[in-house]
């Protein structure tokens, strides 16, 4: 059963800091992994996607890496802004059935 | 449209009474996704639609949930009896299937029950 797991459950740095995320999961049989942000009160916005053939994706300050060997993605936020505080969630879908795995989400401050 | 959009933003209801949640999902997607995120946990994974079939209903939690989709756009999901386990909000998701899979979500129905 896919598991996904994701630390620190709550992470707060000053403002300019280049940061990292981590998300885990216990299958490497995966289709994709996404990450997401949710904003309170709001939807969640997909900020990157990799395929199971890929390495990494980049989106500006943001970076996602996959490593299925291991279990392992991080996301990496350069230059942290205070607009960057929010719930960063990632996912795994398995073969392409729909049914994503999420993780209990990393709550990200970024203080001013 | 230019995005997901669910409505309504947010419902209030009694213990008891039916409510229909409704979605309306980006303008050509074909599949159509329905989550619960309940207070202080993660994402629960309710119902997919590819077009207006529903093969996977297996994460409906019981059968006061339902849920369809007309013409491969507009989907509701119906909570009937409505219960206190049932207050969450409600998202709504969409993908175009041949693409990358990326899934666009709604902000969200947040229902109440009291």
């Known amino acids: 059963k896919q598991e996904v797991t994701q630390i620190p459950a709550a992470l707060s740095v000053p403002e300019g800091e280049n940061l990292v995320l981590n998300c885990s999961f216990t299958d490497s049989a995966i289709y994709n992994l996404q990450w997401f942000r949710q904003d309170p009160g709001k939807g969640l916005t997909s900020l990157l996607l990799i395929q199971s053939s890929q390495r990494e994706q980049t989106s500006g300050r943001l970076n996602a890496s996959l490593d299925k060997s291991s279990g392992r993605s991080t996301l990496y936020i350069a230059a942290s802004q205070p607009g960057d505080s929010a719930t960063y969630l990632c996912?795994?879908?398995?073969?392409?059935?729909?049914?994503?795995?999420w993780g209990a989400g990393t709550k990200l401050i970024i203080k001013p | 449209g230019a995005g997901v959009s669910q409505s309504p933003s947010n419902k209030v209801t009694e213990k008891g009474k039916d409510v229909e949640l409704r979605c309306d999902p980006i303008s050509g997607h074909t599949a159509l996704y329905w989550y619960r995120q309940s207070l202080g946990q993660g994402l629960e994974f309710l119902i997919y639609f590819q077009g207006n079939s529903a093969p996977d209903k297996s994460g409906l939690p019981s059968d006061r949930f339902s849920a369809e989709r007309t013409g491969g756009s507009v989907s509701t999901l119906t909570i009937q009896r409505t219960q206190q386990e049932d207050s969450a909000v409600y998202l709504c998701?969409?993908?175009?299937?041949?693409?990358?899979?990326?899934?666009?979500f709604g902000e969200g129905s947040r229902l109440t029950v009291l």
């Open positions: 998701a969409s993908s175009s299937l041949g693409d990358t899979g990326e899934l666009f």
């Open positions: 996912a795994v879908e398995k073969d392409s059935n729909y049914q994503l795995i």
